[in-house]
């Protein structure tokens, strides 16, 4: 089954401990993306990557790091998470193509105290 | 920068009703354009897509059309039923890097 997935799905943290979130997808997808989601603001892309080794800043890039060493995975990494980093996080994948569609994770919800 | 505006909800509406959810869009060069569905606790799913101006996307009923003229991609729907419950966004696709840029989402929910 063609899909993206992503774990955890929900995890509990403190502030200051780094976290990795994972994210993976079996369609041969080059373009790769990360999505947070808040109330009232819809959904903002932290970064994205339009092959291996290729990743670049979206528009809410602060507090994060991305990687991208396989074509499959692109983990977001939260070195020193604060508080106002908590939120619903998507990750998703696409040819790299104006026309192509999205397809995303089920998300992952995270609470930084 | 692109940006999608779409109309603030919630909506309320009653089984059989029709929907109509405007959607109007900024953005330089030609965007493909995009209404995604997040049903309660889920992620987004694709509900329909126009990738050139007068197209029509339409799946399970909505329909929306790409209106270059009045930058707008409404979606509509002659009927909602209960399970349409959810939380619909605007989206669209372009610029230099190919990312979406979402409206903030319009949350309808449909009573029996």
């Known amino acids: 089954e063609a899909q993206v997935t992503q774990n955890p799905r929900y995890l509990i943290t403190v502030t200051g401990k780094k976290l990795t979130v994972t994210c993976s997808q079996n369609?041969?997808?080059?373009?790769m993306s990360w999505y947070r989601q808040d109330p009232g603001l819809g959904l903002r892309q932290i970064y994205y990557?339009?092959?291996?080794?290729?990743?670049d800043k979206g528009d809410v890039p602060e507090g994060y790091k991305v990687s991208r060493k396989e074509k499959r995975n692109f983990p977001l990494i939260l070195e020193s998470p604060s508080p106002n980093q908590t939120s619903l996080y998507f990750c998703?994948?696409?040819?790299?193509?104006?026309?192509?569609?999205?397809?995303f994770g089920p998300g992952t919800r995270l609470t930084v105290l | 920068g692109d940006s999608v505006t779409q109309m603030e909800g919630p909506v309320t509406l009653s089984e059989e009703a029709f929907l109509t959810i405007n959607c109007t869009y900024t953005?330089?060069?030609?965007?493909?354009l995009f209404w995604y569905v997040q049903y309660p606790g889920e992620g987004l799913q694709l509900l329909l897509k126009?990738?050139?101006?007068?197209d029509k996307g339409s799946n399970k009923g909505f329909e929306a059309t790409y209106r270059k003229e009045t930058t707008s991609f409404h979606l509509e729907k002659g009927s909602v039923q209960v399970s349409d419950s959810a939380v619909y966004f605007c989206?669209?696709?372009?610029?230099?890097?190919?990312?979406?840029?979402f409206g903030k989402g319009t949350l309808l929910t449909v009573n029996p």
């Open positions: 990557s339009m092959n291996v080794e290729a990743t």
């Open positions: 989206a669209l696709r372009g610029g230099s890097n190919y990312k979406l840029t």
């Open positions: 998703a994948s696409s040819l790299y193509s104006r026309t192509d569609t999205q397809y």
């Open positions: 953005a330089t060069g030609y965007p493909s």
């Open positions: 369609m041969n997808h080059e373009y």
């Open positions: 126009a990738t050139k101006a007068d």
